[in-house]
């Protein structure tokens, strides 16, 4: 059997998401004074993963970037161990934003934080029930906090009841994680079947992910100083483990074109001779009143979905997410280029794979051996994210937001919060090859609905189209849409489990 997982080494934030702290605020943290810094954090009443009754109204959470765990005084061989992305940065390397879509609006140069002299130390995550965040911030920002560290910003949050700015249930598909690790995966083996279950090591260091194989992490010899208060690692016998019960948190500050949303979107409905919010629902994949996919529901069961939490949540579940797109290949009944069917196309493994390097290229890249559609889109097993994002900025119902714009009128947006283990294979993954590729699924001259850059590409003059499918007829083309969302920050931070917390307090700048 396998080792359990230790919940009170594990930042709260991976397991419960703080559903019930309706009240949040980031803290975009540089390091002043390294010893005063360090002392905050060897006492800072970080919350764990473990379950309790009643639940704590109040979450401090804290994730630093390379530059924080310089600045702690961390060594340069431990630093080396973490992955080239985290360490190169969001912003870090030109090739990176291009593949990101980091371009013309949505280039690091113009964002508010996180570009050139711009990259946060550190981020303080805090959640609170209704009424008790501006306590508990009190309480957080004592005096080593205020001596140890410059506040760089405060990003602060909105509760839109489940809601994103552009109207619709938001979080409504998460993967299901492994956390009693029963989930088994050989190296080569297929997965024929879309399911909904991911190995623990897909969002935690210091597991075994969907390949079966440990994601590289910072490792030490139990000689080094603090290393013994740090966790074995599994794979490794006599090393321990600075990464385990960790994971890499992407932040990005999402600014949502609301106005211009159901402006366009409204105006495309009645020229599209659609009914109701057709075109809306269209870009987005699901229903707006009440989140149902626009695929239809399939009667078979889906691992992982409709399997926990009371009836009523599993009911909804099944409602919501027993689904994939099969049924629809083509598009007609959920567009190709929709932003869910991008997020998470549902695909399973390709069938007849050589073994090797080679399969898992294939995989990573997503090419295959079938089909056109599967060519396009690749296993999603090896892709998924954890998403932890809230919204920032008042609402605007879409009736509202299709009347002109008051003076004054607030920014409203998304801090984009995603978890995972491999920031390249997944995060990276997901924003290149699914959102930002403008022949995703076989498609052309067309990015995401939402989150796409409409900036022209190499091969690829326009991307600001979007295509909806017809049964037996044309299909529709609508052009030259808006950039609906633009990055307005954002970095990669290392989120470490609670006794890797303490080493970098305590020993990692000794």
Known sequence: MLPAVDYSDVQGLVRFGFANMTEAVYLLLNVRDPQAARAWLAQAPVTTATETNPVPSTALQVAFTRQGLEALGVSDRVIAGFSAEFLSGMAGDANRSRRLGDTGANAPSAWEWGGSGRIPHMVAMLFAERGRLDGWLRSIRGAWFLEGFNE???????????????????????????WNRTRTVSANGNQLAYGNVACLGEFLLGYPNEYNRYT?????????????NLPNAEDQPGKRDLGKNGTYVVIRQLRQD?????????????????????????????????????????????AGVGTTGSEAKRRQDVRLNQFNYATDPDGTDCPLGAHVRRGNPRTPDLPGNPSGILSELMHMLGFGETSLHEDLAASVRFHRVLRRGREYGPGLSPGEAIQPAPPGDPERGLHFIALNANIERQFEFVQNAWMARTKFDGLTEESDPLLGNREPVRGCPFTNTFSIPRKGKVRKRLMEMPQFVTVRGGAYFFLPGIRALRYLAEAGGA
């Open 258 to 302: 609301v106005r211009a949303f159901w402006q366009y979107a409204d105006e495309a409905t009645r020229t599209a001779h659609e009914t109701g919010h057709g075109v809306a629902e269209a870009m987005v994949g699901r229903r707006l009143e009440d989140g149902a996919s626009l695929a239809p529901l399939s009667g078979a069961s889906i």
């Open 216 to 228: 590289d992490r910072p490792l030490l010899d139990s000689s080094d100083r603090g290393a013994e």
């Open 152 to 178: 760089m910003g405060w990003l602060t949050t909105s509760d839109l009841g489940g809601r994103e700015h552009f109207g619709f249930i938001d979080g409504i598909s998460q993967p299901l994680i492994d």
